[in-house]
């Protein structure tokens, strides 16, 4: 046994990583990546981690799904795929067309769960963020989806028809709501997601829309829903190999770059106190 290294923000744990191309029905080519468990391991649940608005910063590597990839392929033994959205750049590259407002969009979200399919990915979820909720919820409620993790969804693209979609179809449905969002708090909602009967809705005492420094909650809360059989909290440490990462390509995209940014789109509501 070797020595126990703490996990940290930019920690690669072990696990296969291949660059992707997604192709959409429209067209368009799509960059990212796949993560899968190291060795023969096969994937006990698959992740689709649909990105938060790129106008503002959104990409694959915001660094929920950066560190879902780096760390939950050896930490719970599941494949995660991210992408780019149309338009969307990160280092990985930059996904051919052009951000369409949740509209063209949807043909994104397609590629990926074909993608997934295609690959024999098994127990397939999709992880939106902020975003890429709109998108899961408006477009995400496929046959071959078992079900679906919102984080800091602020309800603003989705419509009460794409809440009746998954309110029929049964699939399981968690909202992680941040104590402290910008746009929709716990107690809102749980009213807006009433309409779903089956959602499970949990506030997270003191995060805000971003989850800096909470992000070892939200990545527990999505291997408890996908991966039952794994422990939780995840492990902190880790005694094998380890590599890191640099994020500092991404010094640019801190919140304070977008603030005077305009948001395309239905117009977005603050939640009540978030001023």
Known sequence: MGVSEPIRANSILPGRREDIELHTADGLKLVGELALPAGDTPPAGTL?????????????????????????????????????????????????????????????????????EFASLPNVWLVGWSFGTDLVLKYGCDPSVAGAILLSPPLRFATDDDL???????????????????????????ERFAAVPQAEVIGVDGAKHLWVGDAERVLDEIVSRVAPDV?????????????????????????????????????????????
């Open 48 to 116: 689709i981690c649909v990105h938060p608005l790129p106008t503002h910063g959104g990409m694959m590597d915001s660094h929920l799904f950066r560190k879902a990839a780096w760390r939950l392929p050896a930490l719970a033994g599941l494949a995660v795929l991210r992408f780019n959205t149309r338009g969307t750049s990160s280092v990985r590259g930059t996904s051919e067309g052009q951000f369409d407002k949740a509209v063209g969009e949807r043909f994104d979200v397609a590629a990926a769960i074909e993608y997934a």
């Open 164 to 190: 009746a979609v998954w309110a029929e179809s049964g699939k399981p449905v968690t909202a992680l709501v941040p104590e402290l969002d910008d746009y929709l708090r716990p107690e809102e909602a749980r």
């Open 231 to 275: 422990a939780v909290p995840l492990p902190s440490t880790w005694d094998g190999p380890m590599e890191f990462g640099d994020a500092s390509a991404y010094a640019d995209r801190t919140v304070a770059a977008f603030s005077d940014v305009p948001v395309a789109g239905p117009a977005q509501r603050q939640a009540p106190g978030s001023l």
